[in-house]
């Protein structure tokens, strides 16, 4: 009896072999799919057009498209897409052009579609895809990369800066390459003094704060016609403060380096209030390509004959750096076939899609990412143009959906989870993101921001910060809506009232801030100081000497 309930012991799974025995069961490396984008069909035709801002190349494309009818335009901002939306629209008509972003669908239908590059689908007449340096970018270079290997399209445009010209080459050997030049010729004009500043001049500055108090400085020789523009701010909110400047009810006009990405304003003089910015890790010089893609803005052709780009003095807390800004305006890294640039772009970047990972169920993703990316780097180590982006945004992003979902009753399904990862959302959006994946579960949200669309009244009383965060999650929101439309009570027509709701909170609360006579004031002393600071260096000093001696 004893020897057989010894056996019987014996026989009976330990504690971590039940709990194996209990885990899904993982999908071994041999069975992962790992693959380039392949197209079947090559193009009739493949054309770059490189050059610099205001030269011309990305009119001559959508000319090519209109004329053949039918096809893409795919831009890496919802700005620059809307702007290409209306502009075409203007001239074919509302029935033939289309708008598709992450956030919105008009027409999706019609024979040319504008839209961001993630949103652009793989096949069809004609592709014009701008800004093709974007391909190196860490964080979304991937749908550049997959549209230039694997889109099937009869005709291929690529428009960027002539720096792109070995990535190109590396994507489409035989490729076609035509070279613009800026149409209006920039002057380089030195300092310039805050005093005297003509209308249609823009200041570039590099944080928020230091924007919204250089507008506070323009604001007393200008006053109530200067407007802001910096990469926090709403979308609705920027184009608001750009039709002001465009209709001239504003002279002047405050930004940080967002008007170097898709910002098409009629500037004739372009002044740098800094020559340095903080990139996330410490504060730098900026590059000379960066110098150059801003400078690129003055003289926009057909508004201005040149361009005029100096450096502001008489603002005691900027001090930009003239030889900077002067040696960044002539280009100096030599490219193939004798061309200059300001450096070399000659890599495109990939990520993993659902169907590249062959797995079927949400607990195979994590080790399937792990597996893919050290299988894509064994794979394409022999082509040298090719680099493998990080996974860890998709799982911190796959983190959140699952902890979210913990204690469900009910399971998302795998293509849920992953189109919930491939949300428009920063690492400051992942709570959010947890929200929608409960919402989508079916389960009460344990933090409700979709109350912020239930009752969009509290924006009445938000505080700048808070304005902006609210348009942010509209916007994510109406991205949800887009997926799953009513979920939660989320449609796309209330995201869109509360994001055009914290929109205008925006424009009036920065209105409020530039009147604002305090800012750049020392507490103290009343004196100058600069507009992150609230005491200037010699109150300071003071506060701590009485501090040291207590």
């Not at 041999?30 to 009739?44: A, N």
């Not at 964080?139 to 990535?167: D, F, K």
């Not at 100096?310 to 100096?332: I, K, N, R």
């Amino acid at each position: 009896m004893a020897e057989r309930r010894s056996q019987r012991r014996a026989k009976r799974p330990s504690r971590s072999e039940r709990h194996q025995s209990r885990q899904p069961r993982r999908k071994p490396v041999s069975d992962l799919t790992v693959r380039l984008p392949e197209r079947r069909r090559h193009p009739e035709t493949v054309i770059a057009h490189l050059g610099p801002t205001n030269s011309g190349k990305t009119h001559d494309a959508l000319r090519f498209l209109v004329e053949t009818g039918r096809g893409v335009y795919a831009a890496p901002l919802r700005m620059l897409a809307q702007e290409a939306h209306r502009r075409l629209a203007a001239e074919l008509g509302d029935d033939r052009v289309g708008l598709v972003t992450g956030e919105e669908r008009v027409n999706p239908g019609a024979p040319i579609v504008c839209c961001t590059a993630e949103m652009a689908p793989m096949q069809g007449e004609t592709l014009v895809l701008d800004e093709v340096q974007w391909a190196e970018d860490e964080e979304r270079g991937s749908a550049w990369t997959r549209l230039m290997l694997g889109g099937e399209y009869r005709h291929i445009l690529l428009l960027g800066a002539v720096e792109a010209l070995p990535l190109v080459k590396h994507a489409f050997p035989q490729v076609e390459v035509r070279f613009f030049e800026r149409k209006a010729p920039l002057d380089w004009i030195g300092r310039r003094g805050i005093a005297g500043l003509g209308d249609g001049t823009v200041v570039v500055a590099f944080s928020r704060r230091a924007v919204i108090g250089l507008a506070g400085e323009l604001n007393q020789f200008h006053p109530g016609r200067v407007v802001c523009l910096y990469g926090a701010m709403p979308l609705a909110s920027r184009r608001e403060e750009i039709e002001r400047f465009l209709d001239g009810r504003a002279a002047v006009c405050a930004s940080t380096d967002v008007l170097g990405h898709g910002v098409n304003l009629p500037c004739e003089t372009l002044l740098f209030a800094e020559t340095t910015k903080f990139d996330g890790r410490e504060r730098r010089d900026l590059e000379p390509w960066e110098i150059a893609q801003i400078a690129g803005r003055a003289g926009r052709f057909g508004f201005h004959e040149r361009g005029h780009v100096g450096v502001l003095t008489g603002v005691p807390w900027a001090d930009p750096d003239p030889e900077l800004v002067q040696e960044a305006l002539t280009p100096h890294v030599k490219l193939e076939d004798g061309h200059l640039g300001y450096r070399v772009v000659d890599s495109g970047r990939l990520r993993p899609q659902l169907s590249d990972l062959n797995v079927k169920t949400v607990d195979e993703l994590e080790p399937a990412l792990h597996a893919w990316r050290h299988a894509a780097l064994r794979f394409w180590s022999v082509d040298g143009w090719l680099t493998v982006e990080s996974i860890q945004p998709l799982l911190s992003r796959l983190d959140a959906v699952r902890d979210a979902l913990r204690h469900s009753r009910k399971r998302l399904e795998l293509e849920d989870v992953w189109k919930l990862m491939q949300a428009p959302i920063d690492e400051d959006g992942l709570p959010l993101l947890a929200t929608l994946a409960s919402a989508l579960a079916g389960d009460k949200p344990q933090r409700t921001v979709i109350s912020w669309i239930l009752d969009p009244r509290r924006l009445d009383a938000a505080a700048l910060e808070e304005a902006e965060q609210a348009a942010r999650e509209a916007s994510i929101l109406r991205w949800f809506a887009l997926q799953y439309p009513g979920v939660a009570g989320v449609t796309i027509e209330r995201a869109a009232e509360l994001e055009e709701a914290a929109s205008q909170r925006v424009v009036r609360m920065l209105r409020a801030e530039i009147d604002d006579p305090t800012i750049g004031r020392c507490r103290a002393c009343g004196s100058r100081t600069a507009p992150w600071a609230t005491l200037c260096d010699r109150c300071f000093m003071a506060r701590g000497y009485r501090q040291g001696r207590r």
